[in-house]
């Protein structure tokens, strides 16, 4: 139990549909963030909320979307996918975003897979 | 730029032999220093990190890294591995402007 979930756990999508993956934390943490994990290379940073306002968005395709409706949820809306987007994505959640020494939680992830 | 650079994509050590996964950065300022473990299948969890003070910084599961600064490096240790530490481990770092970058991985084989 790492105080942050992911749910579902895997999901397979086709290319027209759309779909959410939803994250909670339990940390009572200010910022979350969601990640993308594709094989054999480093962590993708994809959004960091602080306080339910986006701070950054590193160049993600508009096909993803994020939502923070409050600081203990965050979701990934996804809607015409490409099989390339297929990889683990990863929620985190830290106490703030604005201090260096903060740790970084993550979820399990939850396995995406376009076909 | 700033960057995490894990040289190895592997490591094999033989169970209750010491353990060596490296990891050196580049970031101006001063660095943040964080390892993760991810198990198969499962998210990455905090193993343990370096704000200041003591080089050498213990951390969960008997693992410890050591903050050299001269060589920039934050290799992640453990004095008798165990099957069961067979995982992907991550370095990362965070910058002063409170970014975190993550190494590549390096998976950790330990063998009976």
């Known amino acids: 139990e790492t105080g942050v979930t992911q749910t579902p756990r895997h999901l397979v999508m086709g290319m027209t549909n759309k779909k959410s993956l939803k994250c909670e934390q339990h940390?009572?943490?200010?910022?979350m963030y969601w990640y993308k994990q594709s094989a054999k290379k480093p962590l993708e940073l994809m959004f960091v909320y602080s306080l339910e306002e986006r701070v950054e968005n590193n160049s993600v395709p508009s096909r993803f979307s994020p939502e923070c409706p409050n600081s203990s949820h965050l979701f990934l809306h996804l809607h015409t996918l490409q099989p390339e987007d297929s990889a683990l994505y990863l929620c985190?959640?830290?106490?703030?975003?604005?201090?260096?020494?903060?740790?970084?939680?993550f979820g399990e992830g939850s396995w995406l897979t376009v076909v | 730029a700033q960057s995490v650079a894990q040289p190895e994509d592997q490591v094999n050590v033989a169970e209750g032999n010491p353990l060596t996964v490296k990891c050196t950065y580049s970031v101006s300022g001063n660095p943040y220093l964080f390892w993760y473990v991810q198990y198969p299948n499962r998210g990455l969890q905090f193993l343990l990190k370096?704000?200041?003070?003591?080089?050498l910084v213990k951390g969960s599961y008997g693992f410890e890294a050591e903050f050299n600064k001269s060589q920039t490096s934050f290799h992640l240790k453990k004095p008798s591995a165990l099957v069961s530490d067979s995982a992907l481990y991550f370095c990362?770092?965070?910058?002063?402007?409170?970014?975190?970058?993550f190494g590549s991985g390096t998976k950790l084989n330990v063998k009976p």
């Open positions: 370096y704000i200041t003070g003591d080089n």
């Open positions: 940390l009572g943490h200010n910022a």
């Open positions: 985190a959640s830290s106490p703030d975003v604005g201090r260096g020494q903060n740790t970084i939680y």
């Open positions: 990362a770092v965070r910058d002063n402007f409170n970014k975190f970058y």
